[in-house]
C-alpha cells in the first residue's frame, strides 16, 4: 500500500470539509446549545450524580460521531455530480481509496471535534493524562471507523433518500442506545444490554476515562480501546468491499 | 499565356488540398511506417451489457504508439461505455483489452497509473475549485506539489481559466467546467490520453487551442484517443476513426481512406470562361476513377475517386485542350456520408432513432 496516495485521498475529504462552512458553523452552534441548554436544564432534573459532567462528554463523543458519518454523504454527493467515476479511474487501488477515505473522514471529524474535548475538559476541570491521551487515540480510530461504516452503507445503498432515511434511523438506535446520553443503570434492562454493545458506548466511555469522570463507567479503558478497534477493523474491510464491488458501473439514484 | 500561368497554381492548390491525406498515410495502419509502430491498446472481443442492454457488442481493435484514434459514433454508440472499460472504472462483461500489455480485468492498478481520462461530462466536486482540483489531480498523477501548481498555472492560462481559478465548481459555467475538465489531461500528460467529446459545449477558439493541445500531447509522445460525435473534429484530429454503432465497429481506417471507400465520393468542379465543350466528357469519363461527369454550361461537375491523383489528370486535360479554367473547386465526403455508407443514417437520424428506442 502506498502511503502517500493513501494521504492525498485523505487530504482531498479533509479540505473539502473545509468548504462546508456554514454546515460547521450550524454543528457547533448545536454543540453549544446541547450543553448549555440541555444539558443545564436536564442536569437539574435528572438524578444522576454529577449528570452535567457525564452529558457533557457524552456531547463530545457525538461531536466525534456526527461529523466521521458525513463522509457518507459526500460520497453520494460525488455519486451525484458523476465524481465517482473520475475517482474510480485515478491510479489508486481500491483498498488505498478505502483506507484514505476513512482516514480522511476521520481525521477531519477529529480536527473539528478537537476543540470540543478541550472545551468540556476545561469545564469539566478534570484531567488523567494517560487516560485522556488513550481516550483521543481511541475516538481518532472510533472517528475513522465510522467513516468507514458511513463509506459501506453509502456504497451499499447507492441512494440518496434512502441513505438519509437510513442513517436517520441508524442514528435514532445509535445515539438513543448508547451511553453517550445516560448510563446503563438508568435503562431498562434489555436497552442496557443493548447499549452495553454499542460501539458510541465504548468511545464514550473510554472519554470518561480520559476525563476522570469515574461513576457510571462501562469497562475498563482497554475493553473500550478493543471494542473500539474492532469496530475500525471490521468496517474498513466492508468499505473497502463495498467500494471495491458496488461502486463500479453507476446505479445511483 | 493564361493557361500555361494558372497550371503550377493549380498543381500547387492540388498538392495542398490533399496534403492531410498524406500525413494520414504515413500514420495508416495499412502504411509501412505504421507497422513499425508498436500496438499500446489491443481491445478483443470487449463486451458490456447493463441489465439485458448490450452496450458494446464484442468489438476488437488496435491502437498503435503516438496516433489519434478516434471514436466517432452518435450518443449511445457506446464509446463512452468502451472509454469507461479502457481506464477500468468499469469491468467488461466478457472479452478484454490490454494496454501496454496490461490486462484491464487483471491488471488494473498499472493500467491506471498509463492512461488518464477527460469525461464527456466534467467531473467537479461541487465545493472545490478549479484550483484545488486540478493540483490534486497533478499530484495523485505523481507530480511534486510545487510542480503541479506550476503545470495548473500554465495549464489555466492556456485555456483561459486563470481568472476563474478560485471559483467553486457550482459558480462555473458549463464551457468553464469543461475546460477544467480538459485540463486534467493537459496537466497529468498520461502515456495514453483518454479525450471524451472534449470540446462539446466549448466556444470555436476554445476549440481551436484544445484541438491544438491534443496534437501537442501527441507529438510529445502520448497516445490519444478521441471520442467525439463531431464529424469534423474526428477529420480534423484523427490518425485512424473507429465507426461505432450500436456497440458495434462499423469502420476503422484513415479519414482519408474511409472517404475514399465512398464510390464517386470526391467532387470536382470546374467553372470554364467560355461554355464546356461537351465534346470534353467522354475524355475526361475515359480518366481512370471518374465516376460521372455533368455538364452544367459553365460549369463541369465531376464525381470521382482517388481525387488527389485523379483531380490533376482532369484540370491538366482541361488545360492542354485550351479550355481556360477561371475556378477549380474540391470537395470530399464528410465521414457523415461515411456514417451514412455503413449504418444507412445520418449520424443525427442514428441518435434520434437511438433516443426513440429507449
Known amino acids: 500500500m502506498n502511503v502517500k496516495k493513501v494521504w492525498l485521498v485523505a487530504e482531498r475529504d479533509i479540505f473539502n470539509f473545509l468548504e462546508y462552512r456554514f454546515l460547521l458553523l450550524i454543528r457547533w452552534i448545536w454543540f453549544i446549545f446541547q450543553i448549555f441548554l440541555f444539558g443545564l436544564v436536564s442536569s437539574r432534573f ?45 491510479p489508486f487501488s481500491r483498498r488505498e481509496f478505502v483506507i484514505g477515505r476513512s482516514i480522511g473522514g476521520g481525521l477531519r471529524a477529529s480536527f473539528f471535534a478537537l476543540p470540543s474535548v478541550l472545551f468540556v475538559s476545561w469545564l469539566i476541570g478534570g484531567l488523567n493524562p494517560f487516560y485522556f491521551a488513550l481516550a483521543i487515540f481511541s475516538l481518532l480510530l472510533f472517528s475513522f471507523s465510522l467513516s468507514g461504516f458511513s463509506i459501506s452503507l453509502a456504497a451499499a445503498i447507492k ?31 434489555f436497552y442496557a444490554l443493548i447499549s452495553s454493545l454499542n460501539p458510541l458506548s465504548f468511545a464514550s466511555d473510554v472519554l470518561r476515562w ?24 471490521t468496517f474498513n474491510a466492508f468499505g473497502s468491499y463495498f467500494y471495491e464491488r ?3 458501473g453507476g446505479g445511483w439514484t | 499565356m493564361f493557361t ?38 489491443e481491445a478483443l472481443n470487449l463486451t458490456k451489457s447493463f441489465d439485458g442492454f448490450l452496450a458494446v457488442d464484442k468489438i476488437s481493435f488496435k491502437i498503435y504508439e503516438r496516433e489519434i484514434f478516434g471514436l466517432l459514433g452518435p450518443n449511445g454508440a457506446g464509446k463512452t461505455t468502451t472509454l469507461l472499460m479502457l481506464t477500468t472504472v468499469i469491468k467488461p462483461t466478457s472479452g478484454s483489452a490490454k494496454i501496454y500489455g496490461y490486462d484491464i480485468r487483471n491488471k488494473p492498478g498499472k493500467v491506471r497509473e498509463i492512461v488518464g481520462i477527460a469525461f464527456q461530462d466534467p467531473k467537479l466536486y461541487w465545493v472545490q475549485t478549479p484550483w484545488n482540483i486540478l493540483v490534486w489531480h497533478g499530484m495523485v498523477c505523481g507530480l511534486s506539489r510545487s510542480s503541479a501548481r506550476q ?27 469543461k475546460r477544467v475538465e480538459v485540463a486534467k489531461l493537459l496537466i497529468q500528460r498520461p502515456r495514453i490520453a483518454i479525450f471524451d467529446e472534449p470540446t462539446s459545449q466549448i466556444d470555436v477558439s476554445g476549440k481551436h487551442v484544445i484541438w491544438e493541445a491534443i496534437r501537442t500531447m501527441r507529438d510529445e509522445g502520448s497516445t490519444v484517443i478521441l471520442a467525439t460525435n463531431d464529424l469534423s473534429e474526428a477529420d480534423r484530429l484523427s490518425d485512424r476513426v473507429c465507426i461505432m454503432h450500436r456497440g458495434r465497429i462499423v469502420a476503422l481506417d484513415t479519414p482519408w481512406r474511409l472517404k475514399d471507400s465512398i464510390v464517386g465520393g470526391d467532387i470536382l468542379e470546374v467553372e470554364v470562361l467560355d461554355e464546356a465543350p461537351g465534346k470534353m466528357i ?76 429507449r
Not at chain 1, 476525563?211 to 474492532?230: E, H, Q
Request: aromatic letters at 10%; a neutral charge.
Open chain 1, 159 to 189: 441512494s440518496h433518500d434512502k441513505f438519509d432515511i437510513l442513517m436517520g434511523v441508524i442514528d435514532a438506535f445509535m445515539v438513543r442506545l448508547s451511553t453517550a446520553m445516560y448510563p446503563v443503570e438508568a435503562m431498562p434492562r
Open chain 1, 46 to 90: 435528572v438524578v444522576i450524580e454529577n449528570y452535567f459532567n457525564y452529558y457533557a462528554s457524552g456531547m463530545v463523543t457525538l461531536m466525534f460521531y456526527i461529523t466521521a458519518l458525513y463522509i457518507g454523504y459526500d460520497l453520494i454527493e460525488e455519486a451525484e455530480h458523476g465524481v465517482i467515476d473520475y475517482l474510480l479511474s485515478l
Open chain 2, 282 to 357: 467522354p475524355e475526361i469519363k475515359s480518366i481512370e476513377n471518374v465516376v460521372e461527369v455533368v455538364d452544367l454550361k459553365r460549369k463541369l461537375k465531376v464525381y470521382l475517386n482517388k481525387g488527389e491523383e485523379t483531380a490533376p489528370k482532369i484540370v491538366n486535360l482541361l488545360l492542354t485542350k485550351g479550355v481556360k479554367v477561371s475556378s477549380i473547386k474540391m470537395s470530399e465526403p464528410s465521414l457523415d456520408e461515411v456514417f451514412i455508407r455503413y449504418t444507412g443514417l445520418s449520424i443525427k437520424d442514428a441518435e434520434m432513432k437511438l433516443r426513440d428506442e
Open chain 2, 151 to 177: 503545470r495548473v498555472e500554465d495549464v489555466l492560462k492556456l485555456l483561459d481559466m486563470w481568472d476563474a481559478r478560485r471559483k467553486r465548481a457550482h459558480e462555473l459555467s458549463g464551457g468553464m467546467k
Open chain 1, 246 to 248: 458496488r461502486l463500479e
Open chain 1, 210 to 233: 480520559g476525563f476522570n469522570f469515574k461513576k457510571y463507567l462501562l469497562a475498563s479503558p482497554a475493553t473500550d480501546l478493543t471494542v473500539i478497534l474492532i469496530f475500525f477493523l
Open chain 2, 4 to 41: 500555361q500561368s494558372l497550371k503550377p497554381v493549380l498543381l500547387s492548390f492540388f498538392t495542398g488540398v490533399f496534403n492531410h491525406r498524406s500525413i494520414g498515410k504515413t500514420m495508416s495502419s495499412g502504411s509501412v511506417k505504421v507497422s513499425k509502430l508498436s500496438i499500446v491498446v
